[in-house]
Structure formats: structure tokens, C-alpha cells
């Protein structure tokens, strides 16, 4: 091989790992997911292009099909970001076992992944009424207590650069309008403190404060539950997380410095 050639070959290897990140960012983008077809008009590249590329990234993990035809991004990325940043995890592990000990309700620790909340651990309560969820699933930002802290941590030229004028309802209470919602993320900016009223499940409220580490990454520590139960303990719960949310961000900088 001449040294045109290895080079023409570093060349198209590199132009093959910039069109991947092209489309697992415009999938990021696109939480309902995308057809081929779309998919390759989002990114600007000829359809067999994207079909090689997301094939090869199916394979991998890192984008999944569904069976209506929609690509989406795929869990083992999950994963990938846990042994990045979010090794933060393992130095908020401790911190938050621990709350969910004194406070008896289920902590959760997630992260802002565009309009979504991503969640990155939990731990569940032991008690028989109690939340559970998925670690690596996404909910809607809008509409829980960790995505409103995370959102309130924004400007609001940033935010309405982000979100629609109108926001997907999920229950009767979730907030529907953007306009409203600035209203609220002041407040939280004000007191440091965001929740949830069933606004994303009927049923389960949640009250959040925003964490850091060192390197200026944020996450939302989050005490879920049963509506009534939580909505009555809300003033305990805020001040268990406030008092926690010290230690922990000391152990993720600690964990990045």
C-alpha cells in the first residue's frame, strides 16, 4: 500500500465516524425516533449511506429498530456514557443509598439528555407502596422534578431555543405551555428546589435539587413517590435533599477533580 492510499483510507475512516456521530445526534434529537427515509434527510446523506452506517451501528448496540420501521438510539450507550462522566455514578452511589435510608422513598439520580431527563441510578425504597423505573430510561424533561431542575440551571433564550411553544401533556397537571413553564423555572432558580405534582404520571410526585462536580456537570438528585405521601412530607423532603446535596457534590468533585 503507497502512502496515498493510507492515507485516502485514514481519510475515509474518519468521514465514516463523523457521519455515525451525525446520525446518533439527530436520533438524540428525535425521541420518537426516526424513519430511514427521515432519517437521511435530517443528516444530509444519501439513504444507502445511513442505512450501512445505522446497520453497523444496530450491530453495536448503539441504535435499535423498531418493528413500525422508527431507529432510535440504542442502551448500550447507556453504558458507554455510565463509564464517561457518569462514573459520576458510582461517587453518588453512597450518598444516595443513604438518603433514600433516611428518607424511606426512592432516590434517583439523572442527567439532561435535550429535552429528556435520562436516569442514571436509582435506589428503590423499601417499602411495599413505592416507585420504580428503569435505570437508562428517559422521561420527559417539562414535566418531572430532576428535568425542571436541570432546565432551570438554562437562560431563558436557551430554553426557548430548546423547547416548543406548546409541551406534551401527560397528565392533567403536567404544564403545557412553554410560557408557563419559564415561570416556574424562575421560582425553582429562586429557591433551589423543583417539583413534581403527578405531572408525569398521575399518581407519583417528586421534589429534585440539582448537583455538580468539577468540571461543571450537572445532575438532579430526585426523592419519588406516592403523591400524597411525598406532597405531605414535600417541606422534610426538600430540606433532606439540600442538606444531602452538599456531600454529594463534594464526592463527585472529588470523583473529577
Given amino acids: 500500500m503507497s502512502l496515498n492510499d493510507s492515507e485516502s483510507t485514514r481519510r475515509q475512516g ?38 450501512r452506517i445505522a446497520s ?27 463509564a464517561t462522566r457518569w462514573h459520576l455514578g458510582d461517587a453518588a452511589r453512597p450518598h444516595i ?15 439532561l439528555q435535550g429535552t429528556s431527563l435520562l436516569l442514571v441510578d436509582q435506589v428503590v425504597a423499601r417499602r411495599r407502596l413505592r416507585t420504580v423505573s428503569t435505570v437508562g430510561a428517559r422521561f420527559a424533561a417539562h414535566c418531572t422534578a430532576g428535568g425542571k431542575a ?28 412553554r410560557t408557563d413553564l419559564l415561570v416556574q423555572l424562575a421560582t425553582i432558580r429562586e ?23 468539577a468540571s461543571g456537570d450537572q445532575a438532579a438528585v430526585t426523592i419519588s413517590g406516592p403523591s400524597r405521601r411525598i406532597e405531605d412530607r414535600e417541606q422534610g423532603l426538600a430540606a433532606a435533599l439540600r442538606g444531602a446535596a452538599g456531600g454529594l457534590s463534594a464526592a463527585l468533585r472529588a470523583a473529577t477533580d
Avoid at 14 to 38: C, N, P, Y
Avoid at 56 to 75: C, D, K, Q
Fill in 150 to 177: 436541570l432546565l432551570a440551571q438554562h437562560s431563558d433564550e436557551h430554553l426557548k431555543s430548546l423547547l416548543p411553544t406548546r409541551l406534551e401533556r401527560f397528565t392533567p397537571s403536567t404544564i403545557t405551555s
Fill in 97 to 111: 443509598v443513604e438518603l433514600s435510608r433516611r428518607v424511606e422513598e426512592t432516590v434517583e439520580l439523572g442527567v
Fill in 56 to 82: 453497523a451501528l444496530e450491530t453495536e448496540g448503539l441504535v435499535i429498530g423498531s418493528p413500525r420501521g422508527l431507529l432510535r438510539l440504542g442502551p448500550r450507550l447507556v453504558s458507554l456514557a455510565r
Fill in 191 to 213: 429557591l433551589g428546589v423543583a417539583l413534581d405534582h403527578a405531572e408525569e404520571s398521575e399518581g407519583i410526585s417528586a421534589v429534585a435539587v440539582v448537583v455538580s462536580d
Fill in 14 to 51: 474518519i468521514q465514516v465516524i463523523a457521519r455515525a456521530a451525525s446520525i446518533l445526534a439527530a436520533l438524540e434529537r428525535a425521541e420518537d425516533g426516526l424513519t430511514l427515509s427521515e432519517l437521511a434527510a435530517v443528516v444530509a446523506m444519501p439513504r444507502s449511506t445511513v442505512h
